[in-house]
């Protein structure tokens, strides 16, 4: 049975249950980079890069980005490699997003926050053009920038242990990795439903979403990867008849309906309008216990993230990845000159006060002004691919 306490009205407000997951989707350190941060290599017929990070649930560092992109590009061009395999070292998360913290640290070194999202984007964007088959082992935590690992692959294996969401709006970003891209692609309004409220969708409702393109049980996990190993000199249809198999097999979770089913029409219909103001005026209407607790998870996230993601998603929609990803790049460098990146950061991670003071602070401020000023080219510091 779907769980239902998802909807029941809240003692205290229900986003603090998803403030844990953007903790964790934020909780980095000052940690220094390693070289072990991530593992690349060649095994059988597969070039396997591991996210090495455990401790830090794999975060996405600009060192690690720095190590797989070359091999990536390496892999993608060697005649004996016939397949590309990522996945997430410790069993709790495959990359539960970017090191925004030491992102937000840096904002007085502005070179970091300019090469850390232009070159995350340029990987992001050569996941999604990989000329080999391309698999994501996306057991466990997967969030922001482990999403853009992951979703633009040709194969993404979950997990009953997967847990994807894109949290951002509460912490004064967007999302990001393509977001624009992939989340107006989903079912219906789905992608722009997860993208404004940063629902966590769990298991199978991963795979059932659109997000993942398999689903295998946990326990056959290792003996997967083993098999698609061991292939020899394989085809995209021989990697395809593997990951059939596992899922065939798989019977978790599997008589359950999807999470969000009977709140389809709803979200449908509510997060079909061209602006914030309007979904808002939706969900009121609408006046279900559902509805109204969109409302309240709403009523958190910061004014002006909400406002540009839904921009982001409905440009997106009928936009390239590349095209997407430029104009997100445009986004990310706003997002570092404005205030709100740095106080959700801080509301979430440094003092964790679960209290940010947005500026402007309500929907109504938020100018078209304001908006069109994230989407402005940056000129010759445009990113390119």
């Known amino acids: 049975v779907a769980r239902r306490e998802v909807w029941r009205p809240m003692e205290r407000f229900n986003a603090f249950k998803r403030t844990n997951i953007i903790l964790q ?35 996405l560092s600009l060192n690690m980005i720095r190590q797989i992109y070359p091999q990536l590009k390496r892999w993608e061009q060697d005649p004996e490699t016939f ?49 080999k088959p391309y698999v994501a082992l996306i057991h466990g935590i997967t969030m922001g920038g482990g999403v853009g ?11 009953e242990k997967s847990l994807f969401a894109m949290p951002e709006t509460a912490i004064g970003l967007f999302p990001d990795v393509g977001g624009g891209y992939f989340l107006p692609r989903l079912q219906g309004k789905l992608g722009y439903f997860l993208g404004l409220t940063g629902f966590r969708l769990k298991g199978r409702d991963v795979y059932r979403a659109g997000i993942a393109t398999h689903f295998v049980d946990s326990e056959k996990f290792s003996m997967l990867e083993e098999d698609l190993l061991a292939l020899k000199s394989p085809s995209e249809e021989n990697i395809m008849d593997v990951l059939e198999t ?19 029409d709803k979200i449908n219909s509510c997060f079909s309008a061209n602006t914030m103001e309007q979904i808002i005026e939706n969900l009121r209407q609408d006046g279900s216990s559902f509805a109204l607790e969109q409302l309240k998870v709403i009523s958190k996230m910061s004014p002006t993230s909400l406002k540009i993601t839904l921009r982001q998603l409905i440009e997106g929609s009928s936009k390239t990845l590349q095209e997407v990803l430029t104009m997100e790049y445009r986004l990310s460098q706003a997002c570092m000159e404005g205030h709100d990146f740095h106080e959700g950061v801080r509301a979430v991670l440094i003092d964790k006060d679960q209290s940010p003071k947005w500026k402007p602070a309500s929907l ?11 989407f402005k080219s940056l000129g010759s510091s445009d990113l390119k691919f």
């Open 149 to 159: 690992l992951s979703v633009h692959g040709q194969f993404r294996v979950a997990t």
């Open 25 to 59: 989707h934020l909780r980095m350190s000052k940690h220094t980079d390693v070289a072990g941060d991530v593992l690349l290599e060649r095994k059988g017929c597969a070039g396997v890069i591991t996210l090495n990070r455990p401790k830090f649930l794999n975060a």
């Open 364 to 374: 109504k401020e938020v100018t078209d002004e304001d908006v069109n000023n994230h």
């Open 246 to 264: 596992y899922h065939a097999e798989s019977k978790i979770d599997k008589d359950k309906s999807f999470i969000l089913e009977e709140h389809m």
């Open 83 to 131: 397949l590309i395999i990522m996945k997430g070292a410790g069993g709790k998360a495959f990359c539960a997003g970017g090191d925004v913290r030491a992102i937000s640290e840096a904002k007085k070194a502005k070179q970091m926050s300019q090469d850390f999202f232009r070159e995350e984007y340029i990987l992001n964007n050569a996941v999604g053009s990989c000329q």
